[in-house]
């Protein structure tokens, strides 16, 4: 729970150090966060399931690409910036390691998630727009009028397109509220939460590809281009039948219509931000924009969306049981 001025329950349990030394003790062990030995072992775990499903999609990511350079350097500052600084006696180092960490391990696992939906197209077989459609007219929910009430209105181009494209900045300025205020545990809170959430996305989009309501549903001249284009009809086809070999890291596209990552996403991010008092209501409003962004921007269906918000919700349960769990072993052991 956050306290009046924007802190969490951790901050008022530091707060009685001064007085109590075993609260002092109990604080840190709790912010801590998680041990570096099981996210190096979950990170290692990730890539080897990916690494085996490329091999098995018969795909590969080319080293020398180009389009590799920029996640080498940024990969290398992020490693310096983590193991360099803490010793270094400056007075900002503290921060700028702690978000050298935060968003190198963010944006490991989202280009690993973006990566996955690859192999995982391939895996797939079938269809489930006629499910998904099916879903949405029980809900009265009428993609088509709201593309067009989209396409004919440049502002709500623009503001959905912005929103749309705002999911990383949600995560940059929490990662960076984090750092700033040693709040390690909420920042792995946080990653966690979100890595779950990725690994559930994937596992249900196996089960339930789809071209999406754009490809399925609009047959008129396309008068509008909404941000994820339409990949999923030539893409997917073409990954099944074993016709791409590589996949390029600087040209990823979005393959996964159900569920919708950006609707988990903006559940994920509102759940994190109500935490915090100083930044709940501006992420609220982004991330609301961004939900709202999701049908036409994302080419989803509602079924989609809900979907999505439904496995934020399991992510969010799970992770803070199992945080739970980790915690009281962790204090026991200490």
Known sequence: MSSPLGGTSLDRLNSTAIFLPDAAAIADRINRGIAPVWIASGLFATFAALV?????????????????????IAGALAIGARTLLPGSGWRHARIVSDCAEYYGLFTAIALMGAVSCYPVSALTQGYADAKLQAIDTVLHFDWVAWYGAVAGNRTLQALGTAAYRSIFVTPAVLLAYYAITAQRAEAHRFIFTFWFAAIVTL???KFMPAVGPFSYLWHAPITYMPESELWQPDLIPQLRAHLVH??????????????????????????????????RWPLLAVNGAMLLSTPVEGTHYLADILIGMGVAVVALIVVHYALIVIRSRSTAAG
């Open 246 to 279: 590589v996949v390029d890291l600087g040209h990823l596209r979005g393959l996964v219509s159900a569920p919708s990552f950006h609707a988990c996403a903006a559940i994920l991010y509102a759940a994190a931000a109500w935490r915090v008092a100083r930044l």
């Open 203 to 205: 596992i249900l989009f």
């Open 52 to 72: 085996l499903m490329m091999r098995h999609a018969g795909l590969t990511v080319d080293p020398r690409a180009s389009s590799m350079i920029s996640f080498y």
